[in-house]
T-cell receptor, first 115, second 116 residues
């Protein structure tokens, strides 16, 4: 079974530029998450999708971050304009819709450096 | 809301020695508990999870954890560590009642370094 795919693996941009990350979840997984992991901290949820609808985006800085999930499969996360404090690893995860305590499967992440 | 506290940010230990990584949580509702491991430049991999039943949970790579409801703890243990166990370990919780919104709340992580 293929895992969660993310690209690019690394990205360096200047502040005020824009950037986009892509995620392809495990086939058949209805739920998709984007997490932000700042160095030295645990991952923090940015947004959760179920199929192509948003379940929770309460922690997404909507003035600069946006996300979409096309046709309930792939997802993109965009930052525009980027700030220095956006430097982090952006993790995508997916899980099946049903089941108690269902495990979330994580991709390798995209490491963003804003200079 | 939930919160997770990992009491040790770094734990150095010699190879073949036992190790315990501590995790405490706070929640007004019952939760499921997880331990994830993150190797350098990799995503998170599930080590083990507690959903219900026996409070001692066994996971992959010889790790186990014990859920203590009265102390709101879920400490991770391994009786004999290997160099390959060097990684960052994260404790996480999700509320039982969240339905489909099974978001994880993570601790800040513990860096386990196994020394030769």
């Amino acid at each position: 079974e293929a895992g969660v795919a993310q690209s690019p693996r690394y990205k360096i941009i200047e502040k005020r530029q824009s950037v986009a990350f892509w995620c392809n979840p495990i086939s058949g997984h209805a739920t998709l998450y984007w997490y932000q992991q700042i160095l030295g901290q645990g991952p923090k949820l940015l947004i959760q999708f179920q199929n192509n609808g948003v379940v929770d985006d309460s922690q997404l800085p909507k003035d600069r971050f946006s996300a979409e999930r096309l046709k309930g499969v792939d997802s993109t996360l965009k930052i525009q304009p980027a700030k220095l404090e956006d430097s982090a690893v952006y993790l995508c995860a997916s899980s099946p819709i049903s089941g108690l305590g269902t495990e979330a499967f994580f991709g390798q992440g995209t490491r963003l450096t804003v200079v | 809301a939930q919160s997770v506290t990992q009491l040790d940010s770094q734990v150095p230990v010699f190879e073949e020695a036992p190790v315990e990584l501590r995790c405490n949580y706070s929640s007004s509702v019952s939760v499921y508990l997880f331990w994830y491991v993150q190797y350098p430049n990799q995503g998170l991999q599930l080590l083990l999870k507690y959903l219900s039943g026996s409070t001692l949970v066994k996971g992959i790579n010889g790790f186990e954890a014990e859920f203590n409801k009265s102390q709101t703890s879920f400490h991770l243990r391994k009786p004999s560590v290997h160099i390959s166990d060097t990684a960052e370990y994260f404790c996480a919780v999700t509320p039982l009642s969240s339905g489909s919104a099974r978001q994880l709340t993570f601790g800040s992580g513990t860096q386990l370094t196994v020394l030769p």
